[in-house]
C-alpha cells in the first residue's frame, strides 16, 4: 500500500528495488530503537502540551510500547512505503486505528525525523568509537613504557636519522590519537542537537515544546532554526572527518610496522597470530593485517569525498541527495574505523621489537652524528654549521669506502677537520666514540618532548591522565543517554496509564 493519496498509481518496481528496500533494510536492521524513542518522545510530548487529549494520548502510548517491545521482526516492512516511518505509522495504526493513529504525526515531518535519528545514532557511534580509540591507546601507552629503554634509529624520509626509542615512538602515536579522541567528543557536540519539532522546513502552527523533546532524547540543545534542523549535514562531516584522522594515523603506524618487519629491516617481529602465508612458497608470512589497515584507511577517505560530494551544490533543504543518499555509506565506514581501531590494537599487542638489532643498527647507520656535532660545538667551539660540514665530510668518506659509523674514529674526525677547518681539533678515539654512543645520545634529550626514558615516562604519565580524563567524560555522556531513555519510558509507561504531565 502506497501511503498518501496524491500519488495514485503504484511504485515502480525498480524504484522499490533500487532505492527504497536497501534503505528500508538498513533502517530496520540499525534504526528501529532510534525510530521508536523519536515517536514516544514526539508523543509524551503532544500529551504534557495538550496538543493530545488524554484518551488518545495513553491509547498510543500502549501501543507504541507494544510496537517498541515486539521488535522490528513483528513489524511488516514494505518498500513501497519507502522508509521505516511510514512502516512504523502504518503499524501503529493497525493497533489503534488511523483516528489515534494518524494523530502522532501532529507537529512534526519526516524530514525533522529523519536528521533527530541519524544525530542519535551518530552519537552513539562517537562513544563507541571513543571507547575503541582508548583501548588502543591504552595498550600504546603500556607499550611505550615497556620500551622507554629500547633504543632504535628514528628515521625522516626512510632514511637513518637520530636514535630515539621504541617507546618513544608509540607513545608519538598516542598522542595523535589523543587529538583524534578529542575530535570525536566534538563531532558528539555537535551531533547533540536536535532538530525534531521543525517539521517539513518550516516550524509548526501547532503549539509544541522543541525543548521538551529534546530533554526526552538527551539531546544537549536545539537546532533552532527549522530550515537548517533539516538541511544540515555537517554533524555527518563532522563525524567522518575524525574518522578520517584516525585512519590516516593508524595507517601511517601500519605503514611503519610494514617497513620495520622485513627482513631487510628486521627491527619487529609480528606474532604469527596477525600474519598469513603463501599457498606457494613456504617460507612466507605475509603481514596481511598491516595491508589490510593500509587499505581501509582509503575507504574511509573516500567516504569523506563521497558525502561531500552529495552534498556539495544541493539545495539548503530536504533533498534525497544531500540529505539521505550523501550519508548512506557513512554507516558501514564507522563500523569499518570500530574494526579497525581494533585490528591496530592487536598490531600493538602481538608486535615485539628486536632490541639487539636495533641498537645494532642504531650504532652502524651514522644516525648519532648529530649528537657528535652537538659535541664539537660545545666542547670545542665549533658554530653548528662548521661541525655540521665537518661530520658531513666524514660520513661522506667512510661511505664511499662502504664503512659504517663504527669505523669513525679520532683521525677520520682529525683529516675531516684539516679538509674543512684548516686545523686541528685535538680529539681521539675514546672521546669520538663516546659522543657516537645511542644510548648515551637517547638519554642526553631532556628538552620537553625530548627522547630521554624521563620525559617519555613523564609525557606517559600526562597521556594517561588525559586519556583517564576522556573515558570519564565518555561515561558521563553514556550515563546521561541512558538517563534520558529511562525517563523517557517511564514518561510513556505513566502516560499509557492515564496519567499526564511531569511526575
Known amino acids: 500500500?502506497?501511503?498518501?493519496?496524491?500519488?495514485?498509481?503504484?511504485?515502480?518496481?525498480?524504484?522499490?528495488?533500487?532505492?527504497?528496500?536497501?534503505?528500508?533494510?538498513?533502517?530496520?536492521?540499525?534504526?528501529?530503537?532510534?525510530?521508536?524513542?523519536?515517536?514516544?518522545?514526539?508523543?509524551?510530548?503532544?500529551?504534557?502540551?495538550?496538543?493530545?487529549?488524554?484518551?488518545?494520548?495513553?491509547?498510543?502510548?500502549?501501543?507504541?510500547?507494544?510496537?517498541?517491545?515486539?521488535?522490528?521482526?513483528?513489524?511488516?516492512?514494505?518498500?513501497?512505503?519507502?522508509?521505516?516511518?511510514?512502516?512504523?505509522?502504518?503499524?501503529?495504526?493497525?493497533?489503534?486505528?488511523?483516528?489515534?493513529?494518524?494523530?502522532?504525526h501532529a507537529g512534526r515531518s519526516r524530514n525533522d525525523i529523519g536528521p533527530t535519528v541519524d544525530r542519535m545514532r551518530v552519537r552513539d557511534w562517537c562513544l563507541r568509537l571513543c571507547r575503541q580509540l582508548g583501548?588502543?591507546?591504552?595498550?600504546?601507552?603500556?607499550?611505550?613504557?615497556?620500551?622507554?629503554?629500547?633504543?632504535?634509529?628514528?628515521?625522516?624520509?626512510?632514511?637513518?636519522?637520530?636514535?630515539?626509542?621504541?617507546?618513544?615512538?608509540?607513545l608519538g602515536i598516542a598522542e595523535a590519537f589523543q587529538r583524534d579522541g578529542r575530535r570525536l567528543l566534538s563531532a558528539y557536540a555537535n551531533a547533540s542537537q536536535c532538530p525534531l519539532g521543525a517539521g517539513a522546513f518550516a516550524g509548526t502552527s501547532f503549539p509544541i515544546d522543541r525543548h521538551?523533546?529534546?530533554?526526552?532524547?538527551?539531546?544537549?540543545?536545539?537546532?533552532?532554526?527549522?530550515?537548517?534542523?533539516?538541511?544540515?549535514?555537517?554533524?555527518?562531516?563532522?563525524?567522518?572527518?575524525?574518522?578520517?584522522?584516525?585512519?590516516?594515523?593508524?595507517?601511517?603506524?601500519?605503514?611503519?610496522?610494514?617497513?620495520?618487519?622485513?627482513?631487510e629491516f628486521g627491527l619487529l617481529r609480528l606474532s604469527d597470530r596477525i600474519a598469513g602465508t603463501s599457498s606457494i612458497m613456504p617460507q612466507k608470512k605475509n603481514p596481511v593485517v598491516l595491508e589490510h589497515l593500509k587499505a581501509k584507511s582509503a575507504h574511509v577517505i573516500a567516504q569523506l569525498v563521497a558525502i561531500l560530494?552529495?552534498?556539495?551544490?544541493?539545495?539548503?533543504?530536504?533533498?534525497?541527495?544531500?540529505?539521505?543518499?550523501?550519508?548512506?555509506?557513512?554507516?558501514?565506514?564507522?563500523?569499518d574505523v570500530d574494526d579497525s581501531l581494533v585490528l591496530t590494537r592487536l598490531v600493538v599487542e602481538e608486535s615485539a621489537p628486536d632490541p639487539a638489532r636495533m641498537l645494532q643498527q642504531a650504532e652502524r647507520n651514522f644516525s648519532t652524528t648529530t649528537d657528535l656535532a652537538d659535541a664539537l660545538?660545545?666542547?670545542?667551539?665549533?658554530?653548528?654549521?662548521?661541525a655540521h660540514h665537518l661530520v658531513g665530510a666524514a660520513v661522506a668518506r667512510l661511505i664511499d669506502e662502504g664503512r659504517s659509523a663504527e669505523a669513525l674514529d679520532g683521525a677520520r674526525l682529525e683529516a675531516a677537520a684539516s679538509e674543512v677547518l684548516g686545523r686541528a681539533l685535538g680529539v681521539d678515539d675514546a672521546w669520538v666514540r663516546s659522543r657516537l654512543e645511542p644510548v648515551r645520545a637517547v638519554w642526553s634529550?631532556?628538552?620537553?618532548?625530548?627522547?630521554?626514558?624521563?620525559?617519555?615516562e613523564r609525557l606517559i604519565g600526562e597521556a594517561r591522565s588525559r586519556l583517564a580524563s576522556r573515558v570519564e567524560a565518555v561515561d558521563a555522556m553514556a550515563l546521561e543517554l541512558a538517563q534520558a531513555e529511562a525517563a523517557l519510558r517511564e514518561a510513556v509507561r505513566r502516560l499509557a496509564a492515564g496519567e499526564v504531565g511531569r511526575p
Open 1 to 104: 500500500m502506497r501511503e498518501g493519496k496524491r500519488l495514485v498509481q503504484p511504485m515502480a518496481e525498480e524504484i522499490q528495488r533500487i532505492i527504497y528496500a536497501p534503505r528500508l533494510a538498513s533502517e530496520r536492521a540499525n534504526c528501529f530503537a532510534q525510530l521508536s524513542a523519536v515517536n514516544m518522545a514526539h508523543l509524551v510530548m503532544l500529551a504534557e502540551t495538550g496538543i493530545l487529549e488524554p484518551r488518545v494520548a495513553a491509547t498510543l502510548a500502549r501501543a507504541t510500547l507494544e510496537i517498541d517491545a515486539a521488535g522490528p521482526d513483528a513489524m511488516s516492512w514494505d518498500a513501497a512505503r519507502e522508509d521505516a516511518y511510514y512502516n512504523y505509522e502504518a503499524r501503529l495504526v493497525e493497533l489503534v486505528g488511523i483516528e489515534a493513529g494518524g494523530r502522532i
Open 135 to 170: 583501548r588502543l591507546q591504552d595498550a600504546l601507552l603500556e607499550h611505550a613504557s615497556q620500551h622507554s629503554r629500547t633504543v632504535m634509529s628514528g628515521y625522516t624520509h626512510l632514511q637513518p636519522a637520530q636514535p630515539i626509542t621504541y617507546g618513544f615512538y608509540l
Open 212 to 263: 521538551r523533546s529534546a530533554e526526552l532524547l538527551g539531546f544537549d540543545a536545539l537546532i533552532e532554526h527549522a530550515q537548517d534542523a533539516v538541511a544540515s549535514r555537517d554533524f555527518f562531516i563532522d563525524a567522518i572527518n575524525a574518522c578520517v584522522s584516525i585512519a590516516l594515523t593508524w595507517s601511517r603506524f601500519a605503514q611503519d610496522a610494514y617497513v620495520w618487519s622485513t627482513q
Open 309 to 335: 560530494g552529495s552534498v556539495r551544490a544541493t539545495h539548503f533543504t530536504m533533498t534525497i541527495d544531500g540529505c539521505r543518499a550523501s550519508i548512506s555509506g557513512a554507516w558501514p565506514t564507522f563500523g
Open 377 to 386: 660545538v660545545r666542547e670545542h667551539g665549533l658554530s653548528f654549521r662548521q
Open 445 to 456: 634529550r631532556r628538552s620537553t618532548g625530548g627522547t630521554s626514558p624521563a620525559e617519555v
